[in-house]
């Protein structure tokens, strides 16, 4: 149906954008305790000698788990679920309102008691 494949679509968009956010921060080494050397010496420094992380699995995971200064883990992690809020929220609401058009259309009370 056209209500399918424009969830569809817009659940594409939502991972669309996640795999091409390209938000950072930027930490001191200190700040970063913990962290495996391997990963630490693979960051791109910036000229204040700041090391970039990514909210991508490979820097995200090792800091938010190994990392030893909670500071720096809770700024990392609420900066990983705020990826693409403003774009993805816009998505979100648009597939919850056409999961509820499709309950209506098949005669049931909401999504949760279609599925």
Not at 17 to 24: S, W
Request: proline share 3%; glycine share 4%.
């Amino acid at each position: 149906t056209e209500i399918k494949k424009k969830i569809s679509e817009l659940g594409v968009n939502f991972n669309k954008n996640l795999n091409e956010d390209t938000t950072h921060l930027w930490f001191g080494r200190e700040e970063l305790d913990g962290v495996p050397e391997d990963l630490l010496d693979s960051l791109e420094k910036n000229d204040e000698g700041k090391l970039k992380v990514t909210m991508k699995y490979p820097h995200f995971f090792p800091v938010s788990r190994k990392c030893k200064n909670p500071k720096t883990r809770f700024t990392v992690e609420k900066t990983f679920n705020a990826r693409c809020m403003e774009e993805n929220t816009k998505i979100i609401e648009e597939i919850l309102e056409l999961r509820q058009k499709e309950a209506d259309i098949l005669g049931y009370r909401n999504h949760a008691a279609y599925v």
